[in-house]
């Protein structure tokens, strides 16, 4: 086999960066279609690698000027060597300038990049920023209304006390009233109706000034001016204390009073034996109250748990809707519901026993069916 000769060659690689620079052409015409805003740098390299491909175009006719006859008629030899060495030097400047300009363009498309990231990172923190403070909007808008609609509950509640408090005022003031001027106008027909008269006063001033005490009791609860003086004693003790009190009532209805603890079962807790007593007398009076003749309540005391005793107090009445037991303990929302508890009393004595449960870390609890009874319950601190 023939070897090349050198003209063959040079032939052949001059060909081969003509197909070298030609490509490299049509691969930045490809970029620049694909670059939104028409790069300077990129067009100067497209016209930088057409000047190089046809440098070595005509470096091919220099080498071979029989091939492309048609140039060689128009050119002699040195003038296409020329003009190739010119394509060559103006071909590789334009490269070089179209090199530098697209590298100005991608250290600007560089910075453009990061300055757009800043902005994003700015644009996400503001976002973030405004979803947090949305958020706090929208819960300091959920605590406004819950603080509005407290705010209005608590004026209604307060309002309806104030009408059933009025109402249990003036029912006692207006008996001693009147019937203290049947007396002092001699309005009565013997000594027994006049007996009876003062009886009536009597009885009427004691309720109002009951009422009167459980209200400031309650407010003095309220304004922490209460201290409890908290000691460990015996849970049947204060019990037979309080039932002993109430039996006259008991024995005037014919209703036993059941005290299920027996001697040597020493339950101790730690109270307030004043605030104890109260809670007691008033639960037993009121189920005394409620519960129809020839009834039985029971009374007894338990471990709820190593920490609890807890004080349980049936009765056989006609019990509490459950619908109002949740109400049952709220100082302004009250009695409205009870119109038909049958006896006086301005339906604060269950607010203030629970408010006098809490301050000796306890606390009051009722169940009913509103038919069987009702259930009460008081949990006290244990004590060894």
């Known amino acids: 086999m023939d070897l090349l000769t050198v003209d063959e060659l040079r032939m052949i690689l001059s060909f081969i960066r003509f197909l070298l620079f030609f490509g490299i052409m049509l691969f930045f015409g490809y970029i620049r279609t694909r670059i939104p805003q028409k790069d300077k740098g990129v067009l100067t390299l497209i016209i930088g690698f057409a000047i190089l491909a046809f440098a070595s175009l005509f470096n091919s006719q220099a080498i071979f000027p029989d091939w492309l006859p048609l140039l060689n008629t ?72 819950e603080q509005r609609e407290a705010a209005i509950e608590s004026e209604r509640s307060k309002t309806n006390f104030l009408r059933n408090t009025s109402h249990e005022l003036r029912t006692p003031l207006n008996a001693i009233i009147g019937l203290s001027e049947l007396l002092a106008n001699g309005t009565y027909k013997n000594e027994e109706e006049r007996a009876e008269f003062s009886n009536m006063i009597l009885s009427s001033g004691k309720n109002l000034l009951k009422t009167i005490n459980t209200i400031l009791e309650i407010s003095r609860i309220q304004s922490d001016e209460y201290t409890p003086s908290l000691k460990a004693g015996e849970i049947k003790e204060i019990i037979d204390e309080c039932v002993a009190h109430c039996l006259p009532k008991a024995h005037s209805k014919s209703i036993k009073i059941s005290v299920l603890l027996k001697e040597e079962n020493k339950v101790r807790a730690i109270f307030d034996t004043k605030a104890m007593r109260h809670i007691l007398i008033r639960i037993i009076d009121n189920a005394l109250t409620y519960s129809p003749e020839d009834t039985e309540i029971t009374i007894r005391a338990v471990m709820s748990d190593q920490e609890q005793v807890k004080i349980v107090i049936v009765d056989q009445g006609p019990g509490i809707d459950p619908e109002f037991i949740d109400n049952i303990f709220e100082v302004f929302g009250r009695a409205e519901h009870w119109k038909n508890r049958g006896e006086g009393g301005a339906g604060l004595g269950l607010a203030l026993s629970s408010k006098m449960a809490e301050i000796q870390n306890g606390k009051l609890e009722i169940e009913s069916d509103g038919v069987n009874g009702t259930t009460c319950s008081i949990s006290l601190p244990a004590c060894a």
């Open 74 to 145: 128009e050119f002699g030899s040195k003038a296409i060597i020329l003009m190739s060495h010119l394509g060559y030097i103006l071909g590789t400047l334009t490269v070089v300038f179209g090199l530098i300009y697209w590298s100005n363009s991608v250290v600007k498309l560089h910075y453009y990049a990061k300055e757009a990231k800043i902005v994003r990172d700015q644009i996400s923190d503001q976002n973030a920023l405004l979803q947090e403070t949305t958020r706090d909007l929208e819960i300091r808008t959920i605590d406004y209304l």
